[in-house]
Each structure stands twice: as C-alpha cells, then as structure tokens.
C-alpha cells in the first residue's frame, strides 16, 4: 500500500531523512516513534507529499509520487491526515468542517453528507456537537472532530502525526479510544506517537527513527521487550522515566507512560 | 467680549437643514460606492501581490506604492480635470450626464484606498496559520480552492474591522470631493456658512456628523470583534 525506497530528504543541507526503505501493507498499524527532530513527522508528511521527497521512490496506494504526472490533490483525497493541533477549520460549525469535502470534492449531496457525518460523529461520541464550532470544544473534542473529518472521505490510509501530544492528558484516553477503534476496522494507518500503550495494543509494528534513520523495525511486543539498538535502548528508558526525558517532555504524558509501560 | 450671537435654530431646521442632510446623504452614497469598489480592486491586487509570478507581483507593488504615495487631492484633480483628455468622447458624454464630479470623486476616492485595503487583506491572509492551507490540502482541495473555501473566508473575517476604518477614512477624505464641487456634507456647511454667515454653527454641524458617524462605527467593530471573531478565530 505504502512502499518506500531508498527515499531520501533534505531540508538545504540538513539531512532529515536517511535512505528509508519500508513496506507498508493493506490493514497494517504502523506505529513510528523517535526522539524529537528525528523526522518523523517529515516522514508521514512524505506520504501526502505535504513534504515532497528529495531522492528515491515512493508508491502510495498504486501511485508514483516522484512521477511529476501523479494527481496529487487525488491521491490527498484518498488519505486522511489528522495533525497534532488539529487544524479544525475555525469559521466553520462540526458539521460543516466534516461535510466541506465530501460535497466539493465528492460531489456528495448536502443531505447524503450531512447523514454520513452524523454517523461519524456518533462514532466518535459527538453527536450533540453538530452545530458547535471548534473553539467552544475542548482539545479532545476537536481532534475527534478532526478523525471524522478524516474519514468523512472515505479513506484508504490515515495518517497520525502525534495526534495526542497537545492534549491534556484527561483527554488522551478518548481519542486514543476512536483511534483503537479504527484500527480494529482494518484500516491501513501510520501513526506517529509515543503512546506505548496504544503500539501494544493495536500496532503491528513499531519503527523507531534517530537522525533520519529508521533504525530498528519490529513487531511491538518485541522492540518494548527487546530493543536492539542502543539508541532504542535509551529512548525506552526515558519514556519510563519522563523525569529525565528530553526537554521536549510534553510529548508524554507523565502517568500514561507509566501506566501503559508497566 | 464675544459679540457672535449663536443662532443654532438655521442648521435645526429648514432650508439650511436640508442642505446639510443632502450633503450627509451625497457624503454617505460616495463612501459607500467608494468602499464596494476599493473593496473588489483591493482583493484583486492583494492576491497580485502574493502572486508566484514576479512580473504580476511587480505590477501590484507598483500600484501601491505609486497610489499610496501621491496626495489624495492631486488625485482627485487628476481624475476631475486630466482624466478627459484621455477618456473617449461617449464616456465623457455619459459622465457628464451622470455627474462628472462625482464619478471623478469616486474613481479617485476607489484607486486611492484600494491601495490600503489591498494591504489589509493581504495581512489578513497572513495571519490565518499555514496549518489551515495544509489541512485544506490534505484533504484535496486545489490551492485555489483551498483559498476560496478556507483561507479567504477567514482572511475576510479578519479584514471586516480594518476595512470598516477605511470606510471612515473615505468618508473623511470624502471632503476634499468639495474642491471639484461635488455636493458633499463639507461643500453644505460651506455653503450654509456663506448664506447665513453662521459658520461657527454650520461647521460645528459637520463636525459633529463625522464624529456622530465615527463612533457609531466604531462601537459596531468592537461589537463584531466580540461576538464574531472571538468565536471563529483560529487558535
Ligand atoms: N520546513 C522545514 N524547513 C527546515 N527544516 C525543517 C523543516 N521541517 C522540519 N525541519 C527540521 O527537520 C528535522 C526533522 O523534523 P521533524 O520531521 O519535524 O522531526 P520530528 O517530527 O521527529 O520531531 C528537524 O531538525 C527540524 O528542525
Ligand atoms: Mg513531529
């Protein structure tokens, strides 16, 4: 579904990432995880080509992204994307923000649209929010509002670039929820994240990048058991003792870590 | 010591009333025409100015500095007693019959702030987070739908207070319109003071309008902050 190869990206003369070579298939969770500035997040953003890719080949659901013919406003519209700040759209109500694309791109009827959403909406628990707009909910509600925005299109891959890190931790646990959820459906997605707890649970492998090098790929029972690289090693240490973690320290929160490690 | 006797009965009512009100509506029609205009041509050139080709980008620089920098009232004279020259003949006829001064007033009045509220909105464009053209493009929208469905109508919202001052500045402006003669609130109480000789009385009335004007203005923006913005305002 996703195939990377030998994929390269410079930031001018930074090196963001490093000959990545993966193979995503049909149903998988990839789980990618890594100290800040890793590029991780350059990383899931290659794969909507919101970061376009410097060298190499990669293949998204059938199409050639380094093949300049590719369309990629199509292929975007295959791919749910759900941001770390959600990027909900402020002028408009939840209803709105879910049914925006399905009409203009889709062509979706205003009433098809509007059933569809609803549906989406009690999935994630916010049927009474409809006419709501963004800034009157709280993080946790806007980034499940942000998922079915998402899956309002009817996506083939989602994306998740740290979709928990800018939540108060109380609110981690209901987005984390919807995300299980839809990995259960068998939906492809890769998702970038340091909830432990949540790889464990649904992912079925872990990729671990330093300096833009994937370093290590393996299923999660075996990197949290038996990390190989040193690294890896370390990142898994501090991740149980946020007390020393990075100074970028709210990517995690402090009881979830713990409780989910355990 | 003062020997003015004030007599505010001539601007209350009558004949001198009814100048100064017809110079309020003449004031209020040549803003309004003004800001529709200045509003459609200054969207225009902002969206020139940040334009990816240079030469479109240089055109809408060119036109800013060139309009932003000269004096309204040469402006206006140029419209008012240059422009014809260069107009074909049936445009001159049309003008004429529809009242040159006041379309002179207008053009002028339109080139001259176009040129602010360009600058306006392009600000208001910048200041909407580049998270939103992302989501908008990851969902699948063009760039220009992307701008037409989310950045635009946020860049709008924001621009409302900025564009509403403008207004106010054209109807301030608006008074230089008097020297080509166009019958404007100003032109009035000129025109009351040299009837009655009361011009302490008729200039008082004029200023009192725009400053009437000013804060009815004023407290409507700080309304639509509060109620509107607050509410649809990315975080
Ligand atoms: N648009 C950009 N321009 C220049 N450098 C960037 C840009 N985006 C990211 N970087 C740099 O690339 C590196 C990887 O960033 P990122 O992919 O965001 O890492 P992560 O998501 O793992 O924290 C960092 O050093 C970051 O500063
Ligand atoms: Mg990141």
New binding site residues.
Partial sequence: MIIFQGVHKW??D?H??NDINLHITSGEVLV?C????????????TINEL?PISDGKLIVDGMDLSDKSTDINKLRAEIGFVFQQFNLYPHLSVIRNITLAPTKIRKMSKKDAEDEAMLLLTRVGLADKRNAYPTQLSGGQQQRVAIARALAMKPRIMLF??PTSALDPEMIGEVLEVMKDLARSGMTMVV?THEMGFAREVAHRVAF?AD?IILEKAAPEEFFLRPQHPRAQQFLRQLLTPMQAES?GSNFSHHHTKEDVK | MLNYKFDWSIITSGQYFDWLLSGLFTTLKLSAVSIVFSFILGLLIAVMRMSHSKPVRWVALSYLEFFRNTPLLVQIFFWYFGSYKILPMFVNDWLNETGFEFAAATMALTIYTSAFIAEDIRSGILSIPKEQMEAARSAGFSYIRSMQYIILPQAVRITVPPLVNQFLNIAKNSSLAMTIGVMEMTYQARQVESYTFKGFEAFTAATVVYLVLSIVITLLVNTYNEKVLKVHKAS
């Fill in positions: 930031f001018k930074l963001v990432l990618v890594g100290p800040s500035g890793s590029g991780k997040s350059t990383l899931i953003r970061e670039d740290e970038v990048m833009g970028n």
